[in-house]
Nanobody
């Protein structure tokens, strides 16, 4: 499975962005997927996850109420809509896929995209 993240950019505080992740290769249809982020000098952290069928979602406390994760299995895409962005949301955002795991532990995700930079100016 190859993952390609896109949609990052520079936005002002309070603005919105939509990140997308395109999956190719072996179908990611049956994979649970997630978004992680990594700011300079910090560990990569879980942001949001979605089960393979889209029936279950999970959000980090920092993302609840502001971010929405969704997927389109027909198109093999994963989205993260981010609203009310704050400077502390600035990071490189990564999409990831896990064939047999739904959760927040990054080590359990087997496939990773290359990351897309999100910068929120104050």
């Amino acid at each position: 499975v190859q993952l390609q993240a896109s949609g990052g950019g520079l936005v002002q505080t309070g603005g919105s962005l939509r990140l997308s992740c395109a999956a190719s290769g072996r179908t990611a249809l049956n994979y649970n997927m997630g978004w992680f982020r990594q700011a300079p000098g910090k560990e990569r952290e879980f942001v949001a996850g979605i089960s393979w069928g889209g029936y279950a979602t999970d959000y980090a406390d920092s993302a609840k109420g502001r971010f929405t994760i969704s997927r389109d299995n027909a198109e093999n895409t994963l989205d993260l809509r981010m609203n009310s962005l704050k400077p502390e949301d600035s990071a490189i955002y990564y999409c990831a896929a896990a064939p047999r795991y739904f959760g927040r532990t990054r080590e359990r995700y087997d496939y990773w995209g290359q990351g897309t930079q999100v910068t929120v100016s104050s």
